[in-house]
């Protein structure tokens, strides 16, 4: 299991999943995930690695602006602050565009870089701040929902074909499985992290529609940054795919509302 971070070293156009503000809730990139796209990406990366992309899931729910200074409703309320990234492009270009100071931290030496304040904040879904202890030093997080914690689960291609086919199915089926557990685990989890980084003294902000365009609006020359670093083909798709997992979503909604 990787990140999109950590496999993008491999696969640079993977971090087109971790560009903000694409996907309006879960159900959408639930959907996504549960269409072509998963498999003309999984072709692409086994075509490249000899890995075979088996699932997509989620590590932490979604990512949010936390920090330990203030309250933040609007990208200019980001100037100056010192945010981590995971050592991705994609990230980093993100939080110089919200006004913001991108700082690369290893995960392991987030906690102390909030404690000493070597950073002021970080870009995390609530389980891994409360998990991580975070909250000892975070006091303010923003519900931005800027990018989905996706994880990529990963097999050497060449062995899960050297398999029987029966044998395949069963990994097969155990996959989809852990993509059902994994997936709603955090959901599940977040209600009693939100409770507890309130108990510790945390404020969370959910930022007005007026608010959240703001955030959009600032980020929205990332995607031409993309395009032009990694091509467009997989923004193309990756966009395609999303306008039809919402017309496939409209139509059950039609059903499953009236």
Do not use: C
């Amino acid at each position: 299991m990787t990140t999109l971070g950590g496999f993008g070293n491999m696969f640079p156009e993977i971090q087109v999943l971790d560009l903000p503000y694409m996907f309006d809730d879960d159900r959408v990139i639930e959907t996504v995930f549960a269409g072509p796209f998963l498999n003309e990406l999984r072709q692409a990366i086994i075509g490249r690695t000899g890995l075979r992309l088996m699932t997509v899931t989620n590590t932490g729910g979604w990512r949010n602006i936390a920090n330990t200074k203030k309250e933040i409703k609007n990208p200019q309320d980001l100037k100056g602050l010192k945010l981590r990234t995971i050592n991705s492009e994609v990230q980093i270009e993100l939080v110089k565009l919200l006004g913001a100071n991108p700082t690369p931290i290893a995960w392991p030496e987030l906690y102390t870089s909030l404690a000493t304040g070597v950073v002021d904040g970080s870009k995390n879904g609530i389980t891994d701040i409360v998990g991580m202890k975070f909250h000892e030093h975070i006091k303010y997080i923003t519900l931005d929902g800027h990018a989905y914690m996706a994880a990529l689960w990963l097999m050497n291609n060449d062995f899960f074909l050297s398999l029987p086919k029966d044998m395949r199915k069963i990994v097969a089926d155990g996959f989809d499985n852990l993509k059902n557990v994994t997936t709603a685990f955090p959901k599940r989890r977040q209600i009693e992290a939100y409770e507890a980084f309130k108990k510790a003294g945390g404020k969370i902000y959910v930022p007005t529609p007026d608010e959240k365009m703001q955030f959009i609006a600032a980020a929205k020359p990332l995607k031409e940054w993309y395009a032009k670093k990694f091509g467009k083909e997989w923004l193309d798709k990756l966009e395609a795919a999303i306008k039809q997992a919402k017309m496939d979503l409209d139509k059950r909604y039609a059903q499953e509302l009236n």
